[in-house]
């Protein structure tokens, strides 16, 4: 949902920035140590990133232990070295190892660092980072550290040199106001200012003057992912984001979109004169009201694990309070929670089958005052064989497995995601020979759960072999097998297959008697035959269209009771429909 709020406040400054260009890896020879202290300046801009107040508490960007900058040599015969100094005592960056220091009449200073470093294009660096790389994130003390790129330049007389640092990005300071009665999470801002205006991407500055130019890789949209985007109740909170300095004229229009527990929140900004955007300055972006209705959404309502065991993440999406109840999955599904407020991971943790005929379908029902949302969790479905991992019964409704291996399930065309039962009205159903014009079961259309998918020919033709090779197939009926049909266990040697029982499949995968509907009629037929579809046929234009596998009690296919994928269908066939058994999607 899309909240567009009131007009904001645009803030204009002076405007400086920054430039550098790629070389190699840092010189490393032999040389002298080197050290200059690096100051950030905040002389031109007394209302500056390097000193931020917030709430009535003042930020100062301030080196870190461990900062590095990248520095260019500027010699006396006007060759450049690049080299990586790093922060001491106090605001003293050295370098342990610089050649003929003596002789060197300029620095090009730059931060952050950057493994490819930096070196000078006539008047101009190139800048290593794009803008925004570094946004701080909401009023912490991470607030105090330097939010974008800085350069400085220091000419060097006597081996002495003391670098100002200035900033060559503009920081937007985006105020939050929570006007609701429970938590928020800010996860993403993101700032244009029309197409033609660029706001990330490489830069260049002149560190002398100050004159700025973009570079290659511009963006119209400068974004921040928010890591701790936490606001209380009542509460205000401040997120950072930085972009290029830019100007605009009068008449065009500044868009901020923050994107807080699942809805996006447009403030737009007519200018009403030209106004510059300048490096080193703070622009306010008051008043950005979220009030948020209770919400609530999961990042999937149905689950088919595709593994035996462990953890699978659930997210919440939520604004207030929720709970979560858990169904029929005691002993194998464990929750790590079962309240919270606002967005949340919530950790899935699935118990090992004790043996390859143990299935379970539970629920996890989550609410939020009126809201409910249940997800549907089916596991102990999944059997490896081969190194693939193959579905233990037919997919009955889209998106869902049956119950049970002996359960036909729903009946499908090709490259349809409609579910027909072996009986009932068929009406509306397509019929003849021209259904479909597809050679291959499309994603959209495929009704297998989330992390399955119908299997192709080749797939099918590895698990059960080809009358030219060994089939693995082994035929079983209810009498021996305890399953309630007949049908053919897939995946083994034939007399190991014919020894599987209904608890204790072997190893292998049961298909059951289910038939098909006849292309022609839509009527059901073959319910004594277990059947399958794959993924892919061949050209419409050939004789032989579809790849299906059919089996019956004769498993030497002597009178044309077994036919395999790799046999000559009939084009007709593609308009009947047929079960369908997934293999866990791999793409």
Known sequence: MKKLLFPIAAVAAIFVSCTEKEITSPEVQSGEPFSFHASIRTDNAPDSKTSLSVEGSTYKVTWDEGDQLSVVAVYSDNTTKAYQFTKGDGDIFSCESVENPGDIKALNVFYPYDKNQYAMDGDYGRAGMSFGMNAVQNGTDDAAHIDGPLYGYAQVADGQASVAMAHASALFDIQVVNNGDSDISVSKISMTAGEKTYLMGWFQINPQTGAFKLGTAKYYISELNVTDGTVGAGQTGHFYITAAPFSMTAGSELTVTVTASGEDYIVKKNMERDVTFAAGKVNHVTNVAVSPEPSLSLSATSLATTVSSGEIPLQVYAYGNWTATAEGTKGWLELDKTEGNGDATVMLTLAEPESDSEFHTGTVTFVNGELKETLTIQHGYAQKIGGVVWAKAN??????????????????????????????????????????????WSAENDPCPE????????????LVGTKATKVMIGWVEPVTSGFSVAGAVLGLDRDLGRTATSSDMKGGIFLPCSGNLNWKSGEYQNGKNATMSTATHIDMKGTACRH???????ETGNNNTMRLPSDN???????GAW?????????
């Open 395 to 440: 997919v009955g409704e889209p998106g869902f497995f049956v119950s049970s291996p002996d359960d036909p399930g729903m009946l499908y065309q090709y490259n349809s995601k409609t579910a027909w039962a072996a009986d009932g009205d068929h009406a509306g159903m397509i019929l003849g020979s021209s259904y479909p014009v597809s050679t291959s």
């Open 451 to 462: 992390g399955w998918r119908v299997p192709t020919k080749n797939e099918l033709d590895a």
């Open 548 to 554: 299906l596998m059919y089996l019956s009690t004769d």
């Open 569 to 575: 269908w009939g084009c007709g066939e593609l308009a």
């Open 579 to 587: 079960p369908v058994r997934c293999i866990a999607d791999t793409k």
